[in-house]
């Protein structure tokens, strides 16, 4: 499976979602998709890539945010949302995720896709809650 390369409208499931997180800052050169899965390194937010020391996961962009050659900071008024809860992704061919997996973690490989394989420390995934409509239903 590949990494999201454009905005993504993210199925999520009738399980209430958690609180969102809030940033302000979007790390330079950075374009993260709508629906995309992000995270926090040094206080900036930027797209999902496995096994980044420093590391937290925040969530699904809830709109596409970017940056050009310059960190962005955003106004106090105007954060950029990464929302929880109960999200549906793809699955990696090589770790693909069946119902053994069910209540257990599954690992973020990009920002588009689970797989079964932790992808090295630090390992950030979720819980796997069902395997339906081709997508793996992920709460985290």
Request: proline letters at 4%; aromatic letters at 8%; a negative charge.
């Amino acid at each position: 499976m590949a990494a999201a390369t454009g905005d993504q409208q993210r199925l999520r499931d009738s399980v209430p979602t958690a609180a969102p997180a809030e940033t302000h800052t979007i790390l330079a050169n950075q374009t993260i998709y709508q629906g995309a899965v992000g995270m926090q390194v040094a206080g900036k937010a930027r797209n999902f890539v496995a096994a980044t020391a420093g590391s937290t996961l925040l969530g699904t962009a809830f709109r596409q945010y970017s940056a050009g050659a310059s960190d962005v900071t955003t106004a106090d008024g105007d954060p950029q949302v990464w929302l929880r809860g109960v999200q549906g992704f793809l699955g990696d061919a090589g770790g693909l995720p069946d119902e053994t997996y069910i209540d257990k973690t599954v690992y973020f490989l990009d920002n588009n896709t689970v797989t079964t394989a932790a992808p090295g420390a630090p390992n950030l995934g979720g819980t796997l809650r069902s395997i339906r409509q081709g997508l793996f239903w992920v709460e985290f």
